[in-house]
């Protein structure tokens, strides 16, 4: 049996480690490849993955850990229990110089996110669960538990993707009753539902699942929730760890106009 106020100790201690050696590495410059698949990567995403899967294997290493970098090795159908990691969340926005990229860890049971870490390394905030279930958020020296809100009746603040708008996107919100929009890159936009700063954020494209369990993870934790966009429940597990289109949604269902 896993202790869980161990195993989110460890990832909080793993994301900060990784945290500050994705620092470094920006300030010296990037250089930037591209994948077979034409994605970005960089050595702070190498540097930052090693780090966390030292530290995790070290600490629990009776839990398989599934990450961007070696999920190729990981094709056949996942364990009832693993860790997902992405060790750079919004590449994009890491290479164009803005602070809206984070590191992601989270522990996936029987297809639910459990556990979840976001740390922002560029600001330092970080947004995580404990091992009870709550949700929490520290943003300089003050931490808080936080709770997703009710939309109010106003209408609905969207968190909206930097990089990754399209029409698609555009015609789903034109559905809802949006009073404005929060754009900013990476699993961030799920922390801003969770914190009750936004109420609802929609994607659709290709993402993969280490791109989303560890915000998704806060989310739930906060009250919130993940859903397709036909209304089904979120999860994990799937067959090349990708993830279709979703909705996620603060303490109140869509608001069809």
Same mark, same amino acid.
């Given at each position: 049996? #896993?202790?869980?106020? +161990?195993?989110v100790?460890?990832?909080?201690?793993?994301? @900060?480690?990784a945290?500050a050696a994705i620092?470094? #590495? %920006?300030a @010296?410059?990037?250089? +930037?490849? @591209?994948?077979?698949?034409?994605?970005?990567?960089?050595a702070?995403?190498?540097?930052a993955?090693?780090?966390?899967?030292a530290?995790?294997?070290?600490?629990?290493?009776?839990?398989?850990?599934i990450?961007?970098?070696?999920a190729?090795?990981?094709? %056949?159908?996942p364990?009832?229990?693993?860790?997902?990691?992405?060790?750079i969340?919004?590449?994009k926005?890491? #290479?164009?110089?803005?602070?809206?990229?984070?590191?992601?860890?989270a522990? +996936?049971?029987?297809?639910?996110?459990?556990?979840g +870490?976001?740390l922002?390394?560029a600001?330092?905030?970080v947004?995580?669960?404990?091992?009870?279930?709550?949700?929490?958020m520290?943003?300089?020296?003050?931490?808080?538990? #936080?709770?997703a809100?009710?939309?109010?009746?106003?209408?609905l603040i969207?968190?909206?993707?930097?990089?990754?708008?399209?029409?698609?996107?555009?015609?789903?919100?034109?559905?809802?009753?949006?009073?404005?929009?929060l754009?900013c890159?990476?699993s961030?936009?799920f922390?801003?539902?969770?914190?009750?700063?936004?109420?609802i954020?929609?994607?659709?494209?290709?993402?993969n699942?280490?791109?989303?369990?560890?915000?998704?993870a806060?989310?739930?934790?906060?009250?919130? %929730?993940?859903?397709?966009?036909?209304?089904?429940?979120?999860?994990?597990?799937?067959?090349?760890?990708?993830?279709?289109n979703?909705?996620?949604?603060?303490?109140?269902?869509?608001?069809? @106009?």
């Amino acid at each position: 049996m #896993i202790d869980r106020a +161990v195993l989110v100790d460890v990832m909080l201690a793993a994301a @900060r480690e990784a945290a500050a050696a994705i620092l470094v #590495i %920006r300030a @010296r410059g990037l250089d +930037v490849e @591209r994948k077979d698949d034409g994605s970005p990567v960089t050595a702070a995403d190498r540097a930052a993955e090693a780090i966390i899967l030292a530290c995790l294997a070290r600490a629990v290493p009776e839990l398989p850990v599934i990450s961007e970098e070696n999920a190729a090795s990981h094709c %056949r159908a996942p364990p009832a229990e693993f860790l997902l990691v992405d060790p750079i969340d919004g590449t994009k926005e890491f #290479i164009a110089g803005r602070d809206e990229f984070t590191v992601n860890i989270a522990l +996936v049971e029987h297809g639910y996110p459990r556990l979840g +870490v976001v740390l922002a390394p560029a600001t330092g905030h970080v947004y995580w669960t404990d091992a009870l279930g709550a949700a929490w958020m520290q943003r300089g020296t003050g931490r808080r538990a #936080i709770q997703a809100r009710v939309g109010p009746a106003s209408g609905l603040i969207a968190a909206v993707s930097r990089s990754h708008m399209n029409a698609d996107t555009r015609t789903f919100l034109a559905t809802q009753l949006v009073q404005s929009e929060l754009v900013c890159g990476s699993s961030l936009k799920f922390c801003l539902v969770a914190c009750g700063e936004a109420d609802i954020s929609p994607r659709f494209g290709p993402t993969n699942e280490w791109d989303t369990a560890a915000g998704d993870a806060v989310l739930r934790a906060a009250g919130g %929730r993940m859903q397709t966009i036909d209304g089904a429940v979120f999860a994990y597990g799937k067959p090349g760890f990708r993830n279709g289109n979703y909705v996620a949604l603060g303490a109140a269902d869509l608001r069809n @106009r």
